[in-house]
């Protein structure tokens, strides 16, 4: 925390006031994960566009969804205060992710649905300016 705020690391003597001081809010983590899903969105979308070209269709699968629930998964538990140590909860939810990428390349490719490229890129989007607004609504508010 600033100094600002009054608090300082020295001053929060008992464990309970340390934890929900160091504790990440949970806003900021699902910020965290529409931020996350926004970019891998976007990052499939360049990938397709320069692929396949301009306008054409993109197949949903089930390694493309697993890759998409690694990605909201890493967004949301990433984030940590810098005063948080890991934790094993946050060990193992990325552990999972990255099973969860793996796996996905082991699946067979079968298509679950089929969508035009610019629509990857306006989830994208969406998800990014849902996860800025979440996590801009988590900031404190001045109280001029």
């Given at each position: 925390?600033?100094?600002?705020?009054?608090?300082?690391?020295?001053?929060?003597t008992s464990?309970?006031?340390?934890?929900?001081?160091?504790s990440?809010?949970?806003?900021?983590?699902?910020g965290g994960?529409?931020?996350?899903?926004?970019?891998?969105?976007?990052v499939f979308a360049a990938?397709?566009?320069f692929t396949?070209?301009?306008?054409?269709t993109?197949a949903?699968?089930p390694?493309?969804l697993?890759?998409?629930v690694?990605?909201?998964?890493l967004?949301?538990?990433?984030?940590?205060s810098k005063?948080e140590?890991?934790?094993?909860?946050?060990?193992?939810?990325l552990?999972?992710?990255?099973?969860l990428v793996?796996a996905?390349?082991?699946l067979?490719?079968?298509?679950l649905y089929?969508?035009?490229?610019f629509?990857?890129?306006?989830?994208?989007?969406?998800?990014?300016?849902c996860?800025?607004?979440?996590?801009r609504?988590?900031?404190?508010?001045?109280?001029?």
């Amino acid at each position: 925390m600033s100094s600002a705020s009054g608090r300082s690391l020295k001053k929060l003597t008992s464990l309970e006031g340390r934890a929900t001081w160091r504790s990440v809010p949970a806003g900021i983590r699902i910020g965290g994960a529409f931020v996350a899903l926004g970019l891998v969105l976007l990052v499939f979308a360049a990938i397709e566009l320069f692929t396949s070209g301009m306008l054409k269709t993109f197949a949903i699968t089930p390694g493309f969804l697993m890759i998409l629930v690694a990605a909201i998964i890493l967004g949301a538990f990433a984030t940590t205060s810098k005063y948080e140590p890991s934790s094993k909860t946050q060990i193992i939810s990325l552990s999972i992710a990255v099973v969860l990428v793996i796996a996905s390349r082991l699946l067979p490719s079968v298509e679950l649905y089929v969508v035009e490229q610019f629509w990857l890129s306006a989830w994208g989007v969406a998800a990014l300016l849902c996860g800025l607004i979440i996590r801009r609504s988590q900031l404190p508010k001045s109280t001029k």
